[in-house]
């Protein structure tokens, strides 16, 4: 028995110790895809995260403003119709409350879509090597993290018969840092496998070759090796956009 109330005891102290950080922010993000050939093809993402309010924790202080600015591009090829790779290069610009930095991203993602009753199921595992520099030390570290991202979309459509309607959406992401970086924030282990996931809910309109969604991600972060965490609730703005580059090139030449 007191072996128990030393362990509920430290558990109590523990959580009362913690330092949790609980953020709220806005996130838009621009998405574009689109095909060379009938196998070949690309897709370019810009997304930015921005921390609404100021709070002070443990004497410390979190100022609103631009926290992530992440470019990516890649190169896609369709092996098969449900199945899609790619590979390509990312660049990150973080303001983490005051300490800044760059980061370069080197990434291999693989895709599978399928149907599930009336549901569209997305499954993504990408691969990323990162090379964050800490532009307050200069010094640059690497790390290496996989990413499991299954993505659900209902669309509230027949989509047999129309090409334009609304939906909903829900997916969680799940990081696994292999290897964390060791000279700031960015990509960093801090004593976790599993540093980090996101869990997404929305809903939008296709508008045929382009998708506008608006929708609420909840990220949670191991800040620290404390165990702190750090919890973002974002409202999400998200842009879809498709580009059939044959149609463009025809009516160029016309």
Known sequence: MKKLLLVLGCALSIATQAQDLMLYGISPSYSQAGKFTKKLGYNVNVSSVMNA??????GKRFPSGHTHLILHGLATYQLSKPLTIAAGYAFGRHSIFGLRENEHRLVAQATYQHKLGNFII???GRFEWRQPTNLQTRITSQASIGRYQVWATLPL???????????????????????????GPVSSRNGSLISEN????????????????LGYCFQALVRNKAQDYRFFNLLQLNIYHTINWNDIQYWWYL
Do not use: I
Not at 198 to 213: D, I, K, P, Q, S
């Open 53 to 58: 309010f100021s709070q002070t924790v443990d």
């Open 122 to 124: 997305t499954h993504r």
């Open 157 to 183: 459509y027949d989509t047999k018969k129309e090409k334009q309607g609304f939906f909903l959406s829900a997916s969680n992401e799940a990081f696994l840092y292999f290897k964390g970086a060791t000279n």
């Open 198 to 213: 996101w869990v997404h809910l929305g809903g939008g309109y296709n508008f045929g070759l382009t998708r506008a969604e």
